[in-house]
C-alpha cells in the first residue's frame, strides 16, 4: 500500500517501507494452449529440459521465438526429425545466433519449416496443421508448444498491483 510517496509492503513476518519495490517472479503464469483437440495427450509438453532425452523420434515444435529454436535445434542435434509450424511467413523475433544456427540446420534437412502454419489437431502419432492451401498431417511422436505464456495477471490484481494498461475498472 502507498504511505505518502513510499511503498509499504506487508508480510506476516514484518513490514518494509520502500521507495520502489521490483517484483522478481520470473516467467510465472501458464503456457498458453493451442485450444485444439488432443493438446492434452500425454506426448504433448510445453517445456523441454534435455533435447538428449529424446533420439530417433518424429518431433514437432510450435512457436518461432527462442525457445521454440532452441528446442527445435537441440532436439535435431539430438537425433531426432523435426519438424517446426510456425504461423509466420518467416522468423523475424529470435536472436540473431539462434536463427543462424536454425537455418543451418534446415540447410542441413535436420529440420524441416513449415510456416504460415497452425496446428488444428494432435493425434497420437501425428498433428494435422492448417496451412494456407489444405491440412497437412505430420508425423510427431512428441509434440513440443512454445508458443508464449500468460502473464499472471490474478496474481498482481490479488496484490493490487495496477498493470499499466489495464482497463478493468476493479483495478482503479
Known sequence: ????????????????????????????????RLGVPGEHLPHVFNRL???GEFQDLDILVVGGG????????????????????YRGEEMSRPKEENLDRFEAMVKRGR???IYRSKVREVREKETVL???????????????????????????????????????RAWY
Open 1 to 32: 500500500r502507498r504511505k505518502g510517496d513510499r511503498l509499504v509492503l506487508e508480510s506476516s513476518q514484518a513490514e518494509i517501507t520502500a521507495l520502489r519495490v521490483v517484483l522478481a517472479i520470473g516467467k510465472s503464469g501458464a503456457s498458453r
Open 49 to 51: 529440459f534435455d533435447p
Open 66 to 85: 527462442d525457445t521454440a529454436l532452441e528446442a527445435a535445434t537441440g532436439l535435431a542435434e539430438a537425433g531426432n526429425r523435426v519438424t517446426l509450424s
Open 111 to 113: 529440420i524441416v519449416p
Open 130 to 168: 492448417q496451412t494456407d492451401h489444405e491440412p497437412k498431417v505430420v508425423k510427431s511422436d512428441r509434440v513440443f508448444t512454445f508458443i508464449g505464456r500468460e502473464p499472471p495477471l490474478a496474481f498482481f490484481k490479488r496484490s493490487g498491483i495496477r498493470m499499466a494498461g489495464a482497463k478493468d
